[in-house]
């Protein structure tokens, strides 16, 4: 069985890049399959050993890129590589304004030519690097990426001006120009746009690093003998106790062990308001601790908590790609060889009509504005902007295939208990006293029943003072309870200690509705009832209003009763009950392009076999693992956004493709000269690296739209 291994690349130009680490790595012996996805730098391997990760990273170092071991090692190696590359391009656009000065306004001589070759070399071969050194590793391994048009197009202009000044006896009079200022020029303009693309990218994938920063880098490890130590978050091990104090972070996962405080945990689960922690209560890593003193025993290694697994869960989704970016993967591997034999015929046909002077020029132009950096980037970094959109919205897309087909959806079908309702008990309603109430959630307090602290809750909420029960108790596991003269119970509990004057009529609307019903006697004689309900959430209406042009369907194991009240009462179109997993599978098989919304064990089956599944952060964990996307903040709203955002991503990703390859469309022929016959329009090298650079610009930018849609 192959083993799965995880890297992080830096230095990834485009999707070329990716493509030529996936062929290397593929040669080596024992690599099942590879995966690399260059917007996020994260490469999967499928490796039969994971001692092949040295060799792995061996030979991804030879291809000239970076590994990083961590999401955190790979942000900051980003950082640095756009710091260095923000010196080159200072320092390339400098040089490049001398040599212009020097080619076009002061005067021509021996002196002028040699310093415009020495600072055009330093432009080439310094600040172009990268292009060279990455073009280098292409061609060994027999792929053809823009770092191969780039080093082509900047390096033939140089060599040819260096012949020239080197050789002027050589070369016939009307070939005596020199071109330093055009090799210049093509590596300045397309280091712009490669800056401008990784700043991009940065903003892009900040919803990560805002994440990650959430976890504090130290803590304070509680020692045995009560004293603490600070020490780094990443060094607690499983079994460590730390403390949090009024204000600070969590570090790690783990159970309050001494101490109670209110939480808030607002980045993970959306709620608002904090929550109140006890001993025995989990906490999670990046939540903030608003009040109180607590000490945790770490639960889970660093790179499992909550916060870490969403992190990596983030990352991944972009290591995928849609079956359009495949579509566009492959066109931008035929297109470069496609584009050099272009370059080469052009130079022929000049040649051959006797302007060679315009061969060289065209044939360095096609190579320049040919560069595929558009079409490699129209898919990916719009799938980046539109996923860290949907997480900053509180959808976690696990499968960004999904986004693709998301705005064809048809159907919405609901699991009930959990999803459309919150899958909390409460009091809907009663008829006790607040005497006779008072006294039953004093004898509640003493259960740990669902149903028991849902009548204290509801006794809490009517402001009545009651305090714990401390005379004889029992519980009667299935019917109800006793305490001194109170009896609780249903219908054959009451009846069986003697209590047969109860008014049916009061309460059968209620059950009638499928709502629980619980019956009280004190001192012998029947006193009301307690209506008990699960809560719709509030989002179940919104969501069902807002996408009222879809069918809705609700498919539950719960009694016809309670689930026609439910469905009729959200009018959901189609209702099944009392339905087994097995049904549920069967069911939702019946809808094409449909999503199924659910949450628990039983829906596991269900949110695999829906076009798309989407699971609620409050269900199972199996359920959670099922599902295409994760609704974090159990918000039924994250649908029509996610919906919403699949419209808008498919409209711009065919944008950027629209755009990318109509604009190889137009230019490349007028890069040929086609148009020179007819109306002696010729493009120069260096206006042919600026549109090339600013195409990618155009893409980059449409794509940002995404990163602040309003769904």
């Known amino acids: 069985?192959?083993?799965?291994?995880?890297?992080?690349?830096?230095?990834?130009?485009?999707?070329?890049?990716?493509?030529?680490?996936?062929?290397?790595?593929?040669?080596?012996?024992?690599?099942?399959?590879?995966?690399?996805?260059?917007?996020?730098?994260?490469?999967?391997f499928d490796v039969k050993s994971l001692k092949l990760e040295d060799i792995i990273k061996t030979k991804i170092e030879k291809l000239g890129f970076e590994v990083a071991t961590d999401y955190e090692e790979l942000n900051q190696k980003k950082l640095a590589h756009l710091k260095k590359l923000k010196f080159k391009l200072i320092l390339a656009a400098f040089l490049t304004l001398i040599?212009?000065?020097?080619?076009?306004i002061a005067t021509h001589s021996y002196t002028n030519s040699l310093a415009q070759l020495i600072l055009s070399f330093i432009v080439v071969f310094y600040c172009g690097s990268d292009f060279f050194s990455h073009a280098i590793s292409a061609l060994k391994n027999r792929n053809f990426d823009m770092n191969v048009l780039v080093s082509?197009?900047?390096f033939s202009a140089f060599a040819f001006s260096t012949f020239v000044f080197l050789f002027p006896n050589l070369v016939i009079d009307k070939f005596h120009t020199l071109y330093f200022e055009s090799a210049s020029m093509i590596i300045s303009f397309i280091l712009f746009g490669r800056f401008l693309e990784n700043s991009s990218k940065a903003k892009a994938n900040s919803h990560i690093k805002a994440l990650l920063d959430l976890t504090p880098k130290t803590a304070l490890l509680v020692k045995s003998d009560g004293t603490t130590e600070e020490i780094?978050?990443?060094?607690?091990?499983?079994?460590?106790?730390?403390?949090?104090?009024?204000?600070?972070?969590?570090?790690?996962?783990?159970?309050?062990?001494?101490?109670?405080?209110?939480?808030?945990?607002?980045?993970?689960?959306?709620?608002?308001?904090?929550i109140y922690k006890k001993i025995g209560d989990m906490v999670n890593a990046g939540c903030l601790n608003t009040n109180g003193v607590i000490n945790v025993r770490v639960t889970t290694e660093v790179h499992e908590t909550l916060l870490a697994r969403i992190t990596r869960l983030l990352s991944q989704t972009t290591a995928k790609k849609m079956p359009i970016a495949r579509m566009a993967d492959k066109v931008a591997n035929i297109f470069v060889p496609a584009v050099i034999l272009l370059s080469i015929l052009t130079f022929l046909v000049w040649f051959l009509s006797g302007n060679s002077y315009y061969g060289i020029m065209c044939a360095i132009s096609v190579l320049v504005i040919s560069c595929p950096c558009a079409l490699g980037l129209a898919v990916p970094i719009a799938i980046v902007c539109a996923v860290s959109n949907l997480a900053k919205n509180g959808v976690l897309v696990k499968n960004p295939e999904v986004l693709e087909i998301a705005k064809d959806t048809k159907t919405l079908i609901f699991d009930k208990t959990g999803t459309l309702t919150t899958g909390e008990i409460s009091v809907s309603s009663t008829n006790l006293s607040d005497e006779i109430l008072t006294k039953l959630a004093s004898a509640e307090l003493l259960s740990e029943h669902l149903?028991?602290?849902?009548?204290?809750?509801?006794?809490?909420?009517?402001?009545?003072?009651?305090?714990?029960?401390?005379?004889?108790?029992?519980?009667v596991v299935g019917r109800g309870l006793k305490a001194d003269k109170l009896i609780v119970g249903n219908l054959e509990f009451l009846n069986k200690n003697g209590i047969f004057d109860i008014n049916e009529s009061e309460f059968s609307k209620f059950i009638d509705k499928g709502d629980g019903i619980i019956l009280v006697a004190y001192d012998k004689e029947y006193k009301g009832y307690v209506a008990l309900s699960d809560t719709l959430r509030d989002s179940s209406k919104e969501l069902l209003n807002t996408l009222k042009d879809k069918k809705s369907v609700m498919i539950t194991g719960d009694s016809k009763k309670t689930a026609d009240f439910v469905g009729k009462s959200l009018g959901i179109d189609e209702i099944y009950s009392s339905a087994l997993p097995e049904d549920k599978l069967n069911l939702v098989k019946n809808y094409e392009n449909s999503i199924f919304v659910g949450d628990g064990v039983n829906d596991a089956l269900s949110l695999k076999s829906a076009t798309i599944g989407a699971s609620m952060n409050s269900g199972s964990d199996i359920a959670k693992g099922a599902g295409d996307i994760l609704l974090v903040n159990n918000d039924l709203m994250g649908v029509a956004k996610f919906i919403n955002t699949s419209t808008k991503s498919v409209k711009v990703i065919k944008q950027n493709l629209f755009w990318a390859f109509f604009y190889n469309a137009l230019c490349i022929p007028i890069a040929t000269g086609a148009l020179y016959p007819l109306f002696g329009i010729l493009l120069?090298?260096?206006?042919?690296?600026?549109?090339?650079?600013?195409?990618?610009?155009?893409?980059?930018?449409?794509?940002?739209r995404l990163y602040s849609f309003k769904s």
């Open 152 to 154: 082509l197009g900047s």
């Open 232 to 274: 780094l978050a990443k060094d607690l091990k499983i079994g460590d106790v730390f403390m949090v104090k009024s204000g600070m972070n969590i570090p790690r996962d783990g159970v309050i062990l001494h101490g109670a405080t209110e939480i808030n945990a607002a980045i993970l689960t959306g709620e608002s308001m904090p």
């Open 1 to 44: 069985m192959s083993k799965r291994l995880t890297l992080n690349i830096v230095g990834m130009s485009c999707v070329n890049c990716s493509n030529a680490i996936q062929r290397a790595v593929k040669k080596i012996d024992g690599v099942v399959d590879a995966n690399v996805n260059f917007s996020s730098g994260e490469a999967i």
């Open 451 to 475: 149903i028991a602290k849902a009548i204290v809750n509801f006794a809490n909420k009517k402001g009545l003072k009651f305090s714990k029960f401390d005379g004889e108790f029992e519980s």
């Open 684 to 704: 120069e090298p260096h206006f042919a690296a600026l549109a090339m650079s600013f195409s990618s610009v155009t893409v980059v930018l449409n794509s940002l």
């Open 99 to 104: 040599i212009i000065y020097l080619h076009m």
